[in-house]
């Protein structure tokens, strides 16, 4: 034992964190799902893994078994990343490990020193972590306001700022299910520089054939998009569409893709029949949209102070904690998989719960979670 006790700062932040009462823990999966992302039901489908029980018995290979630039790069990440420029209208396409991964990579890569990242002050983590990491200056705009987001820049610009300007936003935010203007922020971008789209939460759902909610500025000299694999897309995994000269780029200087083992060639040959699936079912997006229009009548009718989201992933926001966690706790207990969000995930005060929709939940399953959540809403 070494005299002192090394493990202490990690115990007391720890006891610091169950104070206040919030303790992370994993726990097994229980109870309908409303908690996923899985949009279109495509991480258990059928078709998904027959596609990868046929690959494995054709010898495709676990593992990349090292980085592309290192023996990792196989003909099923080629083949999935020309299926994937070709899906999207993109000029090219890059896979890597996770969306996490994505973000670090090109906001670490291509804001260059003088630029500036300009970021929704609503962004992922993973945007965050990348500007963290970024040589560019870093600024937040106001949550989809793009006039403020021009306001930012001509004081950047005013200031002396010379470079070009790399706004940053979800085409679907995350927590609160609303959309960016992107008609809004296009032409800015076009005016100053790029626009990067982490399309997280709408590939596979939104758009046509679920191209995501930013296939028309695809194809873009200034436009990177991020469509992650491990959502709607039931795998895992992310790939960058962007155009071939930032691709180039990230390869010989983004060092979360340099210096990180390929993703597994199977998730390659996933990703790919996952696209043929987009489109091959529509009816996948159909049924979706049938389950969101289901859970935005019952609201109405039974919580009518709780707006719709307009899209599968619907904030009820709560505001204090504890009830937040209360109200999670009651629908768990019901058998629903509903979770609390609380900060640093969201700001202060506006905890909520975060009702995700996805096709593992049937219409009768909807209409139960709305029940339940009338008979248990706090002050209802
Ligand atoms: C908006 C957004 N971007 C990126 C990510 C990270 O993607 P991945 O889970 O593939 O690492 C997430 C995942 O939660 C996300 O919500």
């Not at 982490?198 to 995501?212: C, I, L, N």
């Not at 897309?233 to 960058?240: E, H, I």
Request: aromatic share 6%; proline share 6%.
């Amino acid at each position: 034992m070494p005299s002192k006790d090394r493990l202490a700062p990690f115990r007391a932040d720890l006891d610091a964190i169950a104070a206040g009462g919030r303790t992370r823990r994993l726990i097994p999966r229980a109870g309908v799902d409303f908690a996923s992302n899985d949009y279109i039901g495509l991480a258990g489908s059928l078709r998904l893994a027959n596609a990868v029980r046929r690959a494995l018995e054709e010898g495709v290979p676990v593992g990349a078994a090292g980085s592309r630039l290192l023996r990792g790069n196989t003909e099923w990440h080629e083949g999935f990343e020309e299926a994937a420029a070709r899906f999207f209208g993109a000029e090219s396409a890059l896979m890597l490990g996770g969306g996490y991964q994505a973000n670090v990579a090109v906001l670490a890569t291509l804001p260059q020193r003088g630029d500036l990242l300009l970021m929704d002050d609503l962004s992922h983590a993973s945007t965050r972590e990348g500007a963290r990491l970024t040589r560019a200056e870093v600024a937040e705009f106001r949550h989809n306001d793009a006039g403020h987001a021009g306001d930012v820049i001509r004081g950047w610009r005013a200031g002396g700022g010379r470079g070009a300007v790399w706004i940053c936003v979800e085409s679907l935010y995350s927590m609160d299910g609303d959309r960016a203007p992107l008609d809004d922020l296009a032409p800015l971008a076009d005016r100053e520089g790029f626009l990067v789209v982490d399309e997280a939460h709408a590939t596979g759902v939104w758009g046509p054939d679920g191209r995501g909610l930013s296939y028309a500025l695809e194809g873009r000299g200034n436009v990177v998009t991020l469509h992650t694999l491990g959502k709607a897309l039931g795998g895992s995994g992310a790939v960058l569409t962007l155009p071939q000269v930032l691709r180039d780029f990230i390869v010989n200087r983004g060092r979360p893709f340099i210096f990180a083992t390929a993703p597994s060639p199977l998730m390659a040959v996933a990703a790919t029949e996952a696209l043929a699936i987009l489109k091959d079912e529509p009816e996948r997006r159909d049924r979706l949209q049938d389950l969101i229009d289901l859970f935005a009548a019952e609201l109405a009718r039974r919580l009518p102070h709780l707006p719709p989201s307009g899209s599968q992933i619907v904030p009820l926001i709560v505001g204090a904690e504890a009830p937040t966690m209360r109200l999670a706790a009651r629908l768990q207990a019901e058998g629903l998989d509903v979770r609390g969000i609380r900060p640093p995930t969201v700001p202060a005060g506006t905890c909520r719960l975060r009702v995700s929709l996805t096709l593992n939940a049937s219409p009768a399953d909807v209409t139960r979670l709305a029940e339940v959540l009338e008979d248990a809403w706090p002050n209802s």
